[in-house]
């Protein structure tokens, strides 16, 4: 979207004061902890871009809270899965062999947006060490929380979401939907016996560049809007510049989701 039409499609002017007063208006207060899925051009023109958002949330939540984003890098996975686009089948074991390894400071996000980059180059952020699954982190808990994630555990119980899942984290959609929603990828690996399938990544161990294997839970995220339109509880509305927002408690909406999925199993586990 061209800033142009951005500027023409944004009414009043906007700025870090005005998303400030929004944010409190929805809820979010001081010492909160707050997972954050966001779209920029969603919320139209705003003075300061994405800085003007990272730092309207820092200052509502302040030290005290936690401001945690998604920022996985799904370029450094195996090649055999790429569809968006696919690379010639010749190269998928020289993009094994000389990807770089996952550095938190230096790799690329992918698909994750403007805001979580700019949260990113916040000196005091986090990231987590996973090469594809990674989060970032702001905040009282942001050390704590994205101290480690398991190669084959990137979203359950020893991940950074198992550590929120413990403390009374908020999960912000700002105009995006519950495919985008992260922390129910939880609920899928929590599951009794989810399918997997083989996954790779260049990493660093034990100081040295691998191409590093492992077993990856498959995940659907095109399942999560049906959780969310079934959730029993709060799921609150409202807006942040001109993006529509949603905001829920992380932990019922996680463990409804894992009943959820136990009664609506995916037709994959169905055939096991």
């Not at 142009?4 to 207060?29: H, M, R, V, W, Y």
């Not at 929120?164 to 519950?178: Q, R």
């Not at 807006?239 to 995916?266: C, H, I, K, Y």
């Amino acid at each position: 979207m061209s800033d142009l039409f951005q500027i023409l499609n944004t009414p009043d002017f906007q700025s870090k004061d005005s998303l400030k007063q929004q944010l409190l208006e929805l809820g979010i207060a001081a010492g909160d902890h707050l997972i954050v899925h966001s779209s920029l051009k969603s919320i139209g023109w705003v003075a300061g871009g994405a800085q003007a958002v990272v730092e309207a949330l820092m200052e509502i939540l302040t030290p005290e809270g936690t401001l945690v984003m998604p920022s996985q890098s799904a370029d450094n996975s195996d090649p055999s899965y790429w569809m968006a686009p696919p690379i010639p089948e010749n190269w998928h074991q020289p993009t094994r062999d000389h990807m770089p390894a996952y550095d938190p400071a230096l790799t690329n996000m992918r698909g994750m947006g403007k805001i979580p980059e700019c949260l990113h180059r916040h000196p005091a952020t986090i990231r987590s060490p996973h090469p594809s699954h990674s989060f970032i982190a702001w905040g009282r808990f942001a050390a704590e929380w994205m101290a480690e994630q398991p190669l084959e555990d990137s979203f359950g119980k020893t991940s950074p979401l198992g550590k929120m899942m413990e403390h009374p984290v908020k999960i912000l959609l700002i105009g995006t939907g519950f495919d985008s929603c992260t922390a129910l990828h939880y609920a899928e690996f929590i599951q009794p016996a989810p399918s997997r399938s083989p996954q790779g990544a260049a990493m660093y161990i034990n100081g040295v560049r691998h191409w590093a294997t492992y077993d990856c839970i498959d995940m659907d995220s095109d399942r999560f809007p049906g959780i969310a339109k079934d959730f029993p509880g709060i799921i609150a509305k409202g807006v942040l510049g001109q993006a529509e927002t949603q905001l829920t408690d992380m932990r019922p909406l996680v463990e409804f989701a894992s009943a959820w999925l136990q009664r609506n199993p995916a037709p994959r586990e169905q055939e096991n």
